[in-house]
C-alpha cells in the first residue's frame, strides 16, 4: 500500500476514490468526517474575525528592554493620537483607546478589520512614573519609559566557583 492509497483525495480533487476498502461507495466514516467538518464551518462562518477569535490580542506590541529605559511600540492603523490613552501605574504601562468603525451604517458581507475599545496592559518591572514620553507618527505609538535607579542596581551577577572534587 502506497501513501497515496491512504488521502482520502487525489490531485484531480476526486475525493474518496483513493480510499482503501472504497470502491465508488461513500465510506460513512468520512461522509462523517466531511460533515463534521462542514457543520463547524457553518457555525462559525458568521462570526466577525478579531481579536478574540483570531487568538491575537490588539493592538500588537513589541517591547525592547535596554538598560536605562523600556520601549513599546504599538502598531494603530486608522487611529489619531486623541483615540488613545497612555497610562503608568504601579509597574504597569496601559495602552487603551477606541477604533470606531465609519460604516457602522452600511452591511458588510465580509470583515477581517478589528473595531471597538481596546486595552493592552504591560507589566514593566521597576518602570519609572517620571519623563515617560510617548509619541504617535504614521499609526504607529512608541512609548519610552525610563526604569528608576534602584531597579537597575537590582540586579547582581553572582559569580560561579568550580567545586573542589574530593576522591
Do not use: C
Not at 2 to 16: C, T, Y
Amino acid at each position: 500500500m502506497s501513501v497515496r492509497d491512504l488521502a482520502p483525495w487525489n490531485r484531480s480533487g476526486d475525493r474518496e476514490r483513493n480510499l482503501p476498502g472504497v470502491q465508488g461507495a461513500a465510506s460513512p466514516f468520512f461522509t462523517l468526517h466531511r460533515e463534521m467538518n462542514r457543520l463547524f464551518d457553518d457555525v462559525f462562518r458568521g462570526f466577525e474575525t478579531s481579536a478574540l477569535w483570531s487568538g491575537r490580542a490588539w493592538p500588537q506590541i513589541e517591547v525592547e528592554d535596554a538598560a536605562d529605559e523600556y520601549r513599546v511600540t504599538a502598531e494603530l492603523p486608522g487611529l489619531e493620537e486623541k483615540d488613545v490613552e497612555v497610562l503608568v501605574q504601579d509597574d504597569v504601562l496601559i495602552l487603551r483607546g477606541e477604533k470606531l468603525s465609519k460604516t457602522e451604517d452600511r452591511n458588510r458581507a465580509f470583515s477581517e478589520r478589528v473595531y471597538g475599545r481596546f486595552e493592552r496592559r504591560i507589566a514593566l518591572d521597576g518602570a519609572s512614573q517620571a519623563n515617560v514620553r510617548a509619541e504617535f507618527r504614521n499609526g504607529v505609538l512608541t512609548v519610552t519609559v525610563p526604569k528608576a535607579a534602584l531597579s537597575q542596581q537590582r540586579v547582581k551577577r553572582i559569580p560561579i566557583n568550580a567545586a573542589a572534587t574530593t576522591h
